[in-house]
């Protein structure tokens, strides 16, 4: 039977990561079965995505699994971020006040604004000419 993990859900722009720990691993961190530092090849990126484990203090204490899709780097990034904290929570809820405080486990509300029609994008108007 294999070990037992926990699981968080994190969500940012148009990314969803699914994100499984398993306690007492030795520190691995795989993406979409990837090294992290191969899937988030940019400089911090990775610091990042593994900020919860940072924070908590639970660097080398867990094997990380993520299952991220959609949206772009820095959106993937943010939810892989997200989810690691909330599978965190899940293992132990006294972790959830240090993840508070440090900002991890509240939603980034910020999304694309739609196109309107007229308009280049969604805010910005063809130039103006009075001839």
């Given at each position: 039977?294999?070990?037992?993990?926990?699981?968080?859900?994190?969500r940012?722009?148009?990314?969803?990561a699914?994100?499984?720990?398993?306690?007492n691993?030795?520190?691995?961190?795989?993406?979409n079965?990837?090294?992290?530092?191969?899937?988030?090849?940019r400089?911090?990126?990775?610091?990042?995505?593994?900020?919860?484990?940072?924070?908590?203090?639970?660097?080398?204490?867990?094997d990380v699994?993520?299952?991220?899709?959609?949206?772009?780097?820095?959106?993937?990034?943010?939810?892989v971020?997200?989810?690691?904290a909330?599978?965190?929570v899940?293992?132990?809820?006294?972790?959830?006040?240090?993840?508070?405080?440090?900002g991890?486990?509240?939603?980034?509300?910020?999304?694309?604004?739609?196109?309107?029609?007229?308009?280049?994008?969604?805010?910005?108007?063809p130039?103006?000419?009075?001839?």
């Amino acid at each position: 039977m294999a070990d037992q993990y926990f699981e968080g859900v994190g969500r940012r722009k148009r990314a969803t990561a699914r994100v499984r720990i398993v306690a007492n691993g030795s520190g691995n961190v795989t993406v979409n079965d990837k090294p992290v530092e191969q899937y988030f090849p940019r400089s911090g990126d990775v610091d990042l995505a593994t900020e919860p484990l940072d924070v908590t203090g639970n660097r080398g204490s867990f094997d990380v699994t993520v299952k991220v899709k959609g949206g772009g780097i820095t959106g993937q990034t943010g939810a892989v971020t997200m989810g690691l904290a909330r599978a965190l929570v899940t293992y132990d809820e006294e972790l959830r006040s240090v993840l508070r405080k440090a900002g991890l486990l509240t939603r980034d509300p910020r999304e694309k604004e739609r196109k309107k029609p007229g308009l280049k994008r969604a805010r910005k108007a063809p130039t103006y000419t009075k001839r």
